[in-house]
């Protein structure tokens, strides 16, 4: 109730103070206009296309795309998607320029993403202020949605746990099946990297494993030098990067100094293609959805729209994340009797539930926060032919 009370002034206060000047408002009360639910409606997904997570926006695009083209027309809605590129090395202005891009365009009811932590950040005021819901397929960071200091406004939601699940799954599982007496924490001084390190130092320091922190530049490609700092008898160096191939990088660079640790790598280093050192660790927050039976036919039809590609981990929950923009255009839609606005949208997405949940299960958002409820992280080891098998 308080958030529900919260978010009404907020917007009371935003169109208050937009109204406060002849051009402001006129503004403000275009964006708000209901617009026909027959007409085309644009669906943005905001995520690194280029730079070193670009393999993000091209697996997260491929599945985002697949289900707009399979779920619009049986909801009686005609929609356009688009991809709006935040490539990670350039901080929080493209995801900024961007929202301003979409709160102009009066077609754009809701959005995807972005995708990262960082970028969500720095562009979930301006979808507020313009009662624009913006939904994440990936971004994890604990803050976007809890603690006193939240970085989200509550017109952010994510379909996928955050870190405060991750970091004590990563952790528990050091310290329960790997055994680990010393890790090495290596953050990237950026939103996602060092809010994972801090949730997984904690749950380690409780559990008596001596931790050692390094810290390195978001821009780093030789990580020679940090390797040096890694203890010769340090067991695991947790990497929680959003580019694969740095964490492979880094796991090569342990073995030619000689060092035994292994990398244990966030949902963000979680890609095959790139990072395939055997004997390494990556948690993600979806599980391989090849072994779901309930899974199979959207797999199928998925692999017909992309040959050749590969079902991945973070391709699915960017479906999901379609599934309930679009239930909730359509919910409003019939509120509306055939008139929508992003406000109504916003409005509904809360109450959207999927009974068949692409990650298995049934999907719902937790009432006290916009996160979804009972979701969890998975572990997987790199086998020696590169693949990844499901440890924990």
Not at 154 to 167: E, H, K, L, S, T
Not at 198 to 205: E, W
Not at 258 to 282: I, L, M, P, R, T
């Amino acid at each position: 109730m308080k958030k529900s009370i919260g978010l009404a002034l907020a917007i009371l206060a935003i169109t208050s103070v937009a109204a406060g000047t002849a051009s402001g408002g006129h503004k403000v009360a275009a964006r708000s206009q209901a617009v026909s639910c027959t007409s085309t409606i644009t669906l943005p997904l905001v995520t690194p296309v280029t730079g070193g997570a670009g393999f993000l926006g091209a697996e997260q695009g491929a599945w985002a795309k697949y289900a707009v083209q399979t779920l619009a027309k049986p909801l009686g809605l005609k929609v356009k998607f688009v991809l709006g590129d935040t490539p990670v090395e350039q901080g929080p202005a493209p995801a900024q320029a961007l929202a301003q891009k979409y709160v102009a365009d009066k077609s754009v009811l809701v959005v995807l993403g972005p995708s990262t932590s960082g970028a969500v950040a720095a562009s979930s005021t301006t979808y507020l202020q313009a009662k624009i819901a913006h939904i994440s397929p990936s971004a994890t960071r604990t803050s976007l949605t809890q603690g006193s200091a939240r970085e989200a406004t509550p017109a952010f939601f994510r379909v996928v746990p955050g870190d405060y699940i991750q970091g004590p799954t990563d952790a528990h599982y050091m310290i329960n099946s790997l055994h680990v007496k010393k890790v090495v924490l290596l953050d990237f001084q950026e939103p996602y990297s060092v809010g994972l390190s801090d949730a997984v130092s904690t749950v380690l320091k409780a559990g008596g494993v001596s931790v050692t922190r390094l810290s390195a530049p978001n821009t780093t490609t030789d990580y020679s030098a940090y390797v040096t700092k890694v203890p010769s008898d340090a067991d695991i160096v947790f990497f929680p990067t959003q580019k694969p191939g740095d964490a492979q990088t880094f796991a090569q660079q342990l073995i030619e100094q000689g060092k035994k640790a292994k990398v244990f790598g966030g949902d963000g280093s979680n890609d095959a293609s790139a990072f395939k050192a055997a004997g390494s660790y990556v948690s993600n927050f979806a599980p391989d959805i090849t072994g779901l039976k309930a899974d199979a036919s959207i797999i199928s039809g998925w692999k017909k729209a992309n040959p050749g590609k590969s079902v991945g981990s973070f391709g699915p929950p960017s479906y999901g994340a379609v599934q309930i923009a679009l239930n909730a255009i359509h919910l409003a839609c019939v509120q509306g009797h055939g008139k929508v606005t992003r406000q109504t949208v916003l409005q509904n997405i809360k109450k959207v539930k999927i009974k068949n949940w692409i990650l298995g299960g049934s999907f719902k958002f937790s009432t006290k926060t916009n996160d979804p409820l009972n979701a969890k992280f998975y572990i997987f080891q790199i086998q020696s032919n590169g693949s990844y098998k499901l440890v924990g």
